[in-house]
């Protein structure tokens, strides 16, 4: 069962993040925006196209390219759009829970 982040929690765990990911990756009209360790905020929502043990394909419709990335090293998201109760256009934490491993 998918369990995801309350509406009034500002951070969300890995685990959380990769069932958000795959549940994203379906869901064709949802984009993200992450920052990972060491860089600045991308500047661009991209799509989610795959999910695997530990990378995600994501896709820039701007600039028509595929990016794939370790997704255990995404420390904060937003999203463009409502999904469940995490709302658009706020900043989310990712809490390593080591349960996903380096």
Request: charged fraction near 25%.
């Amino acid at each position: 069962m998918e369990h995801f982040v309350e509406s009034s929690r500002k951070s969300i765990t890995d685990v959380e993040l990769k069932q958000l990911l795959v549940a994203l990756s379906d869901a064709t009209h949802m984009s993200i925006r992450y920052r990972v360790i060491g860089e600045m905020w991308g500047n661009y929502f991209l799509q989610v196209t795959s999910v695997d043990e530990s990378n995600t394909v994501f896709f820039d419709e701007l600039n028509n390219k595929y990016h794939a990335i370790d997704f255990r090293k995404i420390i904060q998201f937003e999203l463009d759009s409502r999904y469940r109760s995490l709302q658009p256009n706020f900043h989310y934490d990712v809490i390593c829970t080591f349960e996903m491993g380096f």
